[in-house]
């Protein structure tokens, strides 16, 4: 939801977009509209398999045009899972990168209703707020951004005016701030 949400909000802002779904269960290849990910001819595997052997291949292949803009190509966080996410990041920087950075956490499904919710809010701040951007955007849990995945259309056309698409439009400006 998140990498659709800001690829069409970016879009939106005539910027040039390209998601990669590296997921293996096709979640954002999906909330395109691919009904049947599996039965697409290319992937990023086909492409990097191309780029491998030197194959020719033409650049817009594997290329899914959406109607909102957004180019892409197929392939609920705990704190654990984003520790164990900090230190993949950690070992990448060692091995690989060491100028590689993250640019911020984005709390998502929030419900600032819920006590859980404003707890897991309060306890990454504290725990990741000195050394990580903490976007000032948290997205709101919503039923209508589950609806718009299923639908393979972007929360902007499918709730505009919903709390769901403030909030992106809202990480979107951020973002772009940012850049």
Sequence with gaps: MTAASLGFGLARQSKRTLCVDLDPQHSLTVSFGITEPNKLTASVATVLNA??????????????????GVDLLPANSTLAGMELFLRSIAQLRRQLNPALTIEGI??????????HSR???SLVENAYGGNIKIFDEHIPRSVRAAECAAQGVSIFAHDPNGKVAAAYQSLVGEVLANA
């Design 106 to 115: 984005l709390l998502t499904m929030a419900d600032k209703r819920s006590v």
């Design 119 to 121: 707890e897991v809010i």
């Design 51 to 68: 780029l491998i052997n030197d194959d020719e291949y033409a650049t817009t292949t594997g290329l899914i045009r959406h109607a909102e």
